[in-house]
C-alpha cells in the first residue's frame, strides 16, 4: 500500500534527509520516530506529494506520487488522503460546521451535510457545530481537525504530531479515536512523533526510527 526505496530529500547543498525503505500493507500502522530535525515533517510531507523526493520514490497504491503532475497530485491527494497536521490550521473565523464543508468545497464537490453530521456526531463533536476554533478546547479542536480528515474516507491516514501538547488523558483520547477511525475504515494509518508515550497506544504498530539529523 505505502512502500519508500531509496528514498531521499535535499533542501540544500548542506541538508540532505534520507529514508530507509519500507513497505506496508493496506490497513497496516506505522509510527514514524525520530528526535527532532531528523526527517519525520518531512516524510509526512513526500508521502503527501508536498515535497519531491530528489532521489527514490514513494509509492501510494502503486502510484508513484512524486511522479503526478500538481494538478493531478492535488486530485490524488484529496481522493486519497486524510491529514492531520500539527498545527491544527482550523479557519478562525469560520464555525466547526463550514470548516468541516471546507474540502468538499476545496475538492469542488458537493457538500455531504448527512457525512458531515455522521463523523461529528462519531467523534462526540455534533454539539459543536456553532462554535467558533476559539471556542473550543484544545482536545475538542483535535477532534474537529481529525473530523475533517476523515470526512471524504481516506485510505491513507498522516497524522504528525497528535499529541503535542496534550496531556496524558487528551494524548491517549486523540491516538484512540485515529486508531479507531483507521481499524473501522480499513485506512492505512502513519503518526509520526517524537513522544514516547504512543509507542505504548499505538499497539502492534510497525516502527520507522529516523537517524538523528547530522551537525551542519
Ligand atoms: N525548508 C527547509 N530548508 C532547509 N532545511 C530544512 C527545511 N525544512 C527542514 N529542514 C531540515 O531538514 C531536516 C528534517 O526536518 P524535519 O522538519 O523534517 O524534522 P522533524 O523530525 O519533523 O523535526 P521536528 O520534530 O522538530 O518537527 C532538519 O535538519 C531541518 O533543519
Not at 166 to 174: G, I, K, V
Request: aromatic share 4%; with cysteine.
Amino acid at each position: 500500500m505505502l512502500e519508500f526505496q531509496n528514498l531521499r530529500h535535499r533542501y540544500t547543498p548542506q541538508v540532505e534527509v534520507r529514508f530507509p525503505d519500507l513497505r506496508l500493507a493496506h490497513g497496516d500502522h506505522l509510527l514514524v520516530l525520530g528526535a527532532s530535525g531528523s526527517g519525520k515533517s518531512t516524510l509526512l510531507a513526500l508521502i503527501a506529494g508536498l515535497l519531491s523526493p530528489t532521489s527514490g520514490h514513494v509509492r501510494v497504491e502503486g502510484t508513484d506520487v512524486g511522479s503526478l503532475r500538481a494538478s493531478a497530485r492535488d486530485a490524488w491527494r484529496g481522493a486519497t488522503l486524510g491529514f492531520v497536521p500539527q498545527r491544527l490550521h482550523l479557519s478562525p473565523s469560520l464555525s466547526v460546521r463550514r470548516n468541516l464543508e471546507l474540502p468538499f468545497v476545496c475538492a469542488g464537490e458537493h457538500v455531504d451535510g448527512p457525512r458531515i453530521a455522521t463523523v461529528m456526531d462519531h467523534l462526540g463533536i455534533g454539539a459543536l457545530a456553532h462554535r467558533r476554533p476559539h471556542e473550543l478546547s484544545v482536545g475538542q479542536a483535535h477532534r474537529v481537525a481529525l473530523a475533517r480528515a476523515l470526512l471524504r474516507e481516506p485510505r491513507l491516514i498522516l497524522a504528525d504530531e497528535p499529541t503535542a501538547s496534550l496531556d496524558d488523558e487528551a494524548a491517549t483520547d486523540a491516538l484512540g479515536l485515529l486508531r479507531q477511525a483507521a481499524t473501522e475504515t480499513g485506512a492505512t494509518l502513519v503518526v509520526a512523533t517524537h513522544d514516547r508515550r504512543v509507542t505504548d497506544w499505538l499497539p502492534g504498530a510497525h516502527v520507522l526510527r529516523l537517524a538523528a539529523a547530522p551537525a551542519p
